[in-house]
């Protein structure tokens, strides 16, 4: 069974920073482009970053530019999302999700079929 597990959430201050796990168990992330994204109370859920199974493509939203930095250990089948700098408006549930892809990732949420429960963030003095 495909399943995707996200920690590291938590309460940080603003400027502080956080590194999210997504943790794959039951298929090869080798093969899989994996995509941060983020929601809100009362918001769409929106991407925030990707990355190809590869490694040789990597996205990033505009808002998170030079702040986060997306990386992922094949070894340990586990993708990270480095969260420095971060802002109030960086609240929100972040979710990790996967879809078979080596050389490209996807910016639009409907490009992938399998989802993790969420970690909360919480930006706030």
């Known amino acids: 069974q495909l399943q995707l597990v996200e920690s590291g959430g938590g309460l940080v201050q603003p400027g502080g920073s956080l590194r999210l796990s997504c943790a794959a168990s039951g298929f090869t992330l080798d093969y899989y482009a994996i995509g941060w994204f983020r929601q809100a109370p009362g918001k769409e859920r929106e991407g925030v970053s990707c990355i190809s199974g590869s490694s040789y493509n990597t996205k990033y939203a505009d808002s998170v530019k030079g702040r986060f930095t997306i990386s992922r250990d094949n070894a340990k089948n586990t993708v990270y999302l480095q969260m420095n700098s971060l802002k109030p408006e960086d609240t929100a549930v972040y979710y990790c999700?996967?879809?078979?892809?080596?050389?490209?990732?996807?910016?639009?949420?409907?490009?992938?079929?399998?989802w993790g429960q969420g970690t909360q963030v919480t930006v706030s003095s």
């Open positions: 999700a996967a879809v078979r892809s080596g050389y490209v990732c996807y910016e639009h949420k409907d490009a992938y079929g399998y």
